[in-house]
């Protein structure tokens, strides 16, 4: 694994934690020099306090950043203890966090166009890449997928980055296409209009993506979810199988070369 983390200790307040989707809230928090050292891709790995017995961080992917205005916002979906007390947070609550964790996407030098993949919470690391991409003057696609409409997440937000196609999927069909937003993805890789994909969400979503873009020649990146329990390196309950042998996803990921996973 690399060494050192990137990862420093910051104190943060909350600023805003709403709820934007079924079971799906938006933290926003003030940690200014978070802000300032945030590339698309990385994580934290935040302390959420109130269980005494609950030793490890959280890792979190982050959606945005204001380097001006020192603040991060986060997207999290409730699915247990932590992030069930996260969801009570209100403005002026403080903890810690460390950050940034891992490295970020990497685009080909010369992409002129790029297609993002998300699926459910997998959303908010391609929407943060596709804001710097466009910022860069890279076009940007996105196919977006959830379960069912009330947990879409991103749609607006692709659209007001100004991307020219934003497909929507969801498994029973109450929005956009009915089915998996694979199916959208694949057919716009077909085009040959893409010279990179990004993609984060279900691994086995991010399989067929990589797949997809293997078979049309893209170079496509994923961003993988692993349990962590420390976050920089030194427990190595993140690791992931690729051709080059285990690696850590908090270290040598989250965000993976495509072509290297063998398991996701
Ligand atoms: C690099 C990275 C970025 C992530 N970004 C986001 C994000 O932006 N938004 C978001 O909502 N979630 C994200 N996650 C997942 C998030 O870390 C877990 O949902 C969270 O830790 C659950 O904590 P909990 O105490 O509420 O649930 P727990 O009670 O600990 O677990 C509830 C369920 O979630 C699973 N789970 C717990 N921790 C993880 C984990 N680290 N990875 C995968 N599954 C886990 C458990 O197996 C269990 O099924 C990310 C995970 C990683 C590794
Ligand atoms: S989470 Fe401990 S080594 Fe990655």
Redesign the pocket.
Known sequence: MPNPSPARMHDFEVISNEKIADGIFSLVISAPRLARALKPGQ?VNIRVPGDAFELLR????YVSADPEHGTVE???????????RMSAWTPGATSDLLGP??HGWTAPEGTKRALVVGGG?GV??VLCLARDLMERGIAVDACIGAATADKLVGVEDFKALGCENVCVATDDGTAGEHGFCTDSASRLLATGAYDYVATCGPGVMMHEVADAAAAAGVACEA?L????SCGFGACST?NVETTDGMQG?CMCG?VFDATKVVVW
Do not use: D, H, K, Q
């Not at 959280?58 to 992917?61: A, E, M, N, R, Y």
């Open positions: 994580f959280i890792p979190l992917s986060i997207w999290y979906a409730v699915v247990g203890n932590a992030t069930r964790g891992g919470i908010p690391p961003s979810e692993r349990m962590m993140c996803a989250p």
